[in-house]
């Protein structure tokens, strides 16, 4: 599937327009990947930002002292990943696998920056995509604190 067809086709992406569509799919790359692909690690420099088109992707950390990864999120069609060190200029705090194919578009932290800076209007509607998925994050991590929470609670 071409990546103006996936971006027209999904609600997450009604604020973009036609021509935001046609430059997204001129400045992103569209890619398989097999299974077990590592995009990036933690710790890694954050040189990309991916839009999932297709299949699933594991989001791991290691926590403090600990010897393993704890997978913390699975990544599903239409969500950005590899966003926060990137907008951040930060080192990856988690890494992401494929589990399966998958195929996703990436762009790079140049064509991020500048699309950022440009005067026209996909970096309003960018930023909004951006915001919406921050969100949606911030609220999964939340509920996934208060579960715990209240667990931890429960059992005391």
Not at 137 to 149: A, G
Request: hydrophobic share 40%; proline share 4%; aromatic share 8%.
């Amino acid at each position: 599937m071409r990546l103006s067809e996936f971006l027209s086709q999904s609600p997450l992406y009604d604020d973009l327009s036609g021509s935001d569509i046609d430059t997204l799919e001129q400045i992103m790359m569209v890619r398989d990947y097999h299974d077990g692909h590592q995009f990036f690690g933690e710790r890694s420099r954050a040189e990309s930002v991916y839009l999932l088109m297709s299949g699933e992707v594991s989001v791991t950390a290691r926590g403090r002292g600990s010897r393993g990864a704890a997978e913390i999120k699975r990544m599903k069609p239409g969500e950005l990943f590899g966003l926060v060190a990137l907008i951040g200029h930060e080192r990856r705090s988690a890494s992401c696998r494929a589990v399966g194919p998958v195929t996703a578009a990436s762009l790079p932290r140049s064509a991020f920056d500048l699309l950022f800076e440009s005067n026209s209007p996909l970096p309003q509607h960018f930023r909004l995509v951006v915001a919406r998925q921050l969100a949606r994050d911030t609220r999964s991590l939340l509920d996934e604190l208060r579960r715990e929470i209240f667990s931890q609670a429960q059992s005391a």
